[in-house]
Every structure is written in structure tokens, then in C-alpha cells.
């Protein structure tokens, strides 16, 4: 079976590793279609002005920051674009409203990351538009030995570009996100498609770092299995 993966492009399952990211990863990372670029991290003198209640401050920090926020919740969200756009304007309401309680013991971003997480995952909840299955159909199966139930194991990844379109792979993908729960596909998009490290990813949702990895695990073995058999391969 091909190593866990990422989820975006024709080659997404193979094993050659993407560019490093900054924060030294040679994990392979999911490639969207297109990104915002980021800004820089804020500096203190700019998060020291939103503390003090400076409106022309959280408007440079909205110039900074909304792009990859709203990407995150757009995704989070399943592609809901005005339930993002609700999303990020409650984000900067409360960054603005409660500057004073950011400590300086991350990074500003980190903490926006945090509260349009919480945000997107609050109003995903309460919409109920979540569309969850159970993941152990779509893991792989091992006999007692350790060795696949189904063999033998097809790599149908290599060939995935030559028989469906782009816009095709993507939307499986996207139906198969929606059925992650919640936080496993917050992980998903801060990690595969936002590139954040697992340590960033466990300030961001407050979850461990040992957690942070094995919901990235099981997730991917799910999207994996999903998509193959979504194409009409074997989870295994």
C-alpha cells in the first residue's frame, strides 16, 4: 500500500516528498489549487496598538491576516462562503474585543488561528451540515500477520491523472473532507493545506502534539480509503 497521504493533486499518493516547508517537515503536504500569500507575523508595536483599542491597527492586521483565515474556515466549512465570511468578521470582532488576554506565549497568528477554528467548528456544529461515517470501513484491513486482507494491493495512484479530470479529483476530495469529524478535518487543513507544523496545530486546537499526530494518521488512511473507493479501487 502506498505511504499515508495528502489529498490534492494527480500525484498525491506518491512517495516523492514535496519541498520542505520552513519549519523543517519533509512530510508531503497536500497542493492546492492556489494560495493567498501570507503576510508576515505582526509586529509587537502593531499587536501593542490593537491592545490599546487602535482601530487603524486591526485594520493592518485584517490586511495581514484575512486571507489564510479565510481560507481555513472556508474550508472547515465545506466551501460555505457566507458562513465564512460570518466566520472571520466574529474572528476579528473578538481579537479586537479581547487583545488584551493575547500573552505573547505564541505567536499573534497562532491565536487567530485559534479563535477562527473554534469559530468555524462552533458554527459547523450548530448547523449540523456535518456528514460523518464511521472510518473503519475505509481503513486499511491487515490479517493477524501484519498483511493485507486485500492482495494484492493495487497502486491505482500513478495513473490517477490519466483517467479523471482535475476538477473531478477535487471534488471527490472535498466530499470526502466533509465526512471527516470536525477536528480530524481541522488538522487536516491547518497541516495539508495551511502547513502548519504539528506543534503549531496543537497550540492551535489545544489538543496534544502525540494527538495532533495520530488524528492526522487515522485521517488520511480515511481520505485515502475514501477516495480509492470512490474511483471503484480497495481501501486496503
Known amino acids: 500500500m502506498p505511504n499515508e497521504t495528502n489529498i490534492a493533486n494527480p500525484a498525491m499518493f506518491n512517495d516523492t516528498p514535496m519541498p520542505r516547508s520552513s519549519s523543517g517537515r519533509g512530510r508531503t ?53 457566507s458562513d465564512a465570511e460570518e466566520v472571520m468578521q466574529d474572528v476579528f470582532l473578538t481579537a479586537f474585543r479581547k487583545a488584551h488576554m493575547f500573552q505573547g506565549k505564541s505567536q499573534f497568528s497562532t491565536w487567530l488561528y485559534r479563535l477562527t477554528v473554534n469559530a468555524a467548528l462552533g458554527r459547523l456544529r450548530r448547523s449540523k451540515k456535518a456528514k460523518e461515517v464511521a472510518y473503519e470501513e475505509f481503513l486499511p484491513k491487515f490479517q493477524d500477520d501484519g498483511h493485507h ?86 481501501a486496503a
Open 149 to 234: 486482507r486485500v492482495r494484492p494491493v493495487v497502486d491505482w495512484s500513478d495513473t490517477l491523472d490519466e483517467h479523471y479530470a482535475k476538477n473531478e479529483i477535487q471534488a471527490l476530495i472535498a466530499k470526502a473532507l466533509d465526512q471527516l469529524k470536525p477536528v480530524d478535518k481541522t488538522v487536516i487543513v491547518l497541516s495539508d493545506l495551511e502547513g502548519l507544523s504539528d506543534k503549531e496545530i496543537a497550540a492551535t486546537t489545544r489538543l496534544t502534539v502525540s494527538a495532533v499526530k495520530t488524528r492526522l494518521h487515522r485521517a488520511r488512511l480515511f481520505l485515502r480509503g475514501k477516495l480509492a473507493v470512490q474511483l471503484g479501487h480497495s
Open 29 to 81: 503536504r497536500l497542493r492546492t489549487p492556489a494560495r493567498h500569500a501570507e503576510g508576515a507575523e505582526a509586529d509587537t508595536s502593531l499587536i501593542e496598538r490593537l491592545k490599546a483599542g487602535d482601530q487603524n491597527a486591526l485594520e493592518k492586521l485584517l490586511n495581514i491576516y484575512s486571507a489564510k483565515l479565510y481560507n481555513v474556515a472556508l474550508r472547515i466549512l465545506g466551501g460555505d462562503a
